[in-house]
């Protein structure tokens, strides 16, 4: 894949960012009194608002001067400090944060910029190993020492310049724990609540990722996926999250689950700036490690749906209301000029029979790998008696199931494991590849999440979401873009596309975004309860 094809999508994309932009309102400021000039750095003194400006926007202001990093970054630092506390999505800031973006600032003087991320704050999920800030998986059994080295792609972050703004709460193991868990909580962090209504889930695993990019507390977001945990809390919290084809960044430093399904990726508030940011993650490798032509096949712009072949998979399970919003997206949609029909990828129960399993003997050969390179437990043994011996780690709630069924599960060397994760790859790549033939797509669209469901640990969630799983299963990318609200609750649309075609989806997905950017409601409703 050439350095032309990386940058056909990148100006693509960043001459419709004007266009795609979803219209809300500004970013809360600081109060100052009525008259009074705002707070240095604040968003009201930026001249423009941090729900909606995209990083093309950013660069041009920091590139002519009217714009620093600095100013940029202590303005998302105020706004963490007065909005966090409510959603309590950012566990720490780096203290280097404005020494970063003072780097930053001098390098756009001198001409000297690393990319589009130079300058740009980033928030990193909390299981993605930072030697300077600790790494905790929301666990309190590694709330020590931080690890040793960087994870390999907070390295790629570093070289583009970007300003690592801090670390965000995750559901506690990336929702690998407890058969019932509560997604949003851990036990360093508590819980994360949904920006939208207070008192409903944000989903899981990236939920903090995800909860800080709609209370506009970072530019951009890095979450992690192993079956929905990057698309589903993007889709609850109303920004966008791609999940990109497995192998395409590194998960070198990132507390594992599955070596044979995790990924780390991107998440922001719109598709322009998650592209940008996947092209730093992967080295600019953004369409594929195969050498695979281009990565997009017409630009994102006004008519960039027109002739495109869209499978829409409904998923009635998720209920009449987002079954509703599915046929108003469709019919926007084909008003743009794409072709939409109906869809079931096939093979779906059998690969809900055989994934967990599967994840259970990967996950105690990945963690006993990860564990054996931090100060703490040892191993999948030594977390499960700190468990027991720590009853902080039971606040919301005591289960700790999954570990206990990982530690006896077959191991990855055995022929019934082997046998399993075959056919695993076999039918989640056969539902995506033979709906996609058959049907002539360009991809296939469903629902990313049902609307947040009330925040409940005696309960745990009450989530039935199969959209994300084909292609977390098959290695292949996913993207969620906002499609609209039911009852103040964002619901997103996922776009699944084949084998290592991440650019022809954000391309797809910058387009879907602008067609279906209308019907935004306000990003950020700091209510309790719906209706209020």
């Known amino acids: 894949m050439g350095k032309r094809s990386t940058a056909a999508l990148i100006v693509a994309l960043v001459a419709g960012s004007v266009v795609t932009g979803a219209p809300g309102p500004p970013a809360q400021a600081e109060a100052s009194g009525t008259g009074s000039p705002p707070p240095a750095g604040s968003p009201r003194a930026l001249g423009f608002d941090l729900d909606t400006v995209t990083i093309p926007e950013l660069q041009r202001r920091m590139a002519d001067g009217s714009l620093s990093s600095s100013a940029l970054t202590s303005a998302y630092l105020r706004r963490i400090e007065a909005v966090n506390p409510r959603i309590h999505a950012v566990l720490r800031t780096d203290p280097t944060a404005l020494r970063q973006a003072v780097a930053s600032d001098v390098r756009h003087r001198r001409g000297e910029t690393r990319g589009p991320l130079d300058g740009i704050p980033v928030l990193l999920k909390d299981n993605v190993n930072t030697r300077d800030l600790p790494t905790t998986a929301g666990s309190l059994a590694l709330a020590g020492r931080p690890p040793e080295t960087d994870a390999a792609l907070v390295t790629r972050l570093r070289d583009a310049g970007a300003v690592i703004l801090g670390k965000t709460n995750l559901s506690e193991w990336a929702n690998f724990r407890a058969e019932k868990p509560t997604s949003g909580w851990s036990a360093v962090g508590g819980q994360t609540n949904n920006p939208f209504v207070l008192d409903r889930n944000p989903c899981g695993s990236s939920s903090g990722s995800a909860a800080a990019l709609a209370a506009s507390l970072s530019q951009v977001a890095i979450g992690t996926e192993t079956d929905g945990s990057i698309v589903c809390p993007a889709g609850m919290n109303g920004v966008v999250g791609h999940k990109p084809s497995l192998g395409l960044v590194s998960g070198a430093g990132v507390v594992p689950i599955s070596a044979e399904q995790d990924t780390a ?212 990318p996913s993207l969620s873009v906002p499609a609209g609200f039911v009852n103040q609750l964002p619901v997103g649309l996922l776009l699944i596309a084949g084998d290592h075609q991440d650019g022809r989806l954000l391309s797809l997905g910058a387009s879907v975004e602008h067609r279906l950017s209308a019907w935004r409601a306000p990003r950020y409703l700091p209510t309790v309860g719906p209706g209020q």
């Open 265 to 476: 990726g991107p998440m922001a508030r719109n598709v322009t700036d998650a592209a940008l940011t996947l092209s730093v993650l992967s080295g600019g490798r953004t369409a594929g490690l195969d050498g695979s032509p281009g990565l997009m096949d017409r630009p994102a712009h006004r008519d960039g749906l027109r002739g495109r072949r869209i499978g829409l998979w409904r998923l009635p399970s998720l209920g009449p209301q987002v079954d509703a919003l599915m046929t108003r997206t469709a019919e926007r949609l084909r008003a743009a000029g794409a072709e939409v029909v109906e869809v079931t990828p096939p093979y779906q129960e059998r690969l809900a029979e055989l994934e967990f399993p599967a994840l259970l003997s990967e996950f105690h050969r990945d963690i006993d790998a990860y564990l054996a390179t931090r100060r703490g437990p040892r191993d999948l043994a030594g977390l499960i008696e700190f468990n027991r011996a720590h009853p902080a780690e039971r606040t919301c709630f005591a289960g700790q199931e999954l570990f206990e069924r990982a530690l006896t599960a077959p191991p990855t060397t055995s022929p019934e494991y082997r046998a399993m994760r075959a056919e695993l790859k076999d039918l989640s790549r056969r539902s995506i590849d033979e709906t996609m033939a058959a049907h002539r797509l360009d991809a296939i669209a469903s629902p990313t999440n049902p609307p947040a469901w009330t925040t409940d640990c005696a309960r745990g969630d009450n989530d039935v979401i199969p959209s994300s799983t084909p292609a977390a299963v098959a290695g292949y």
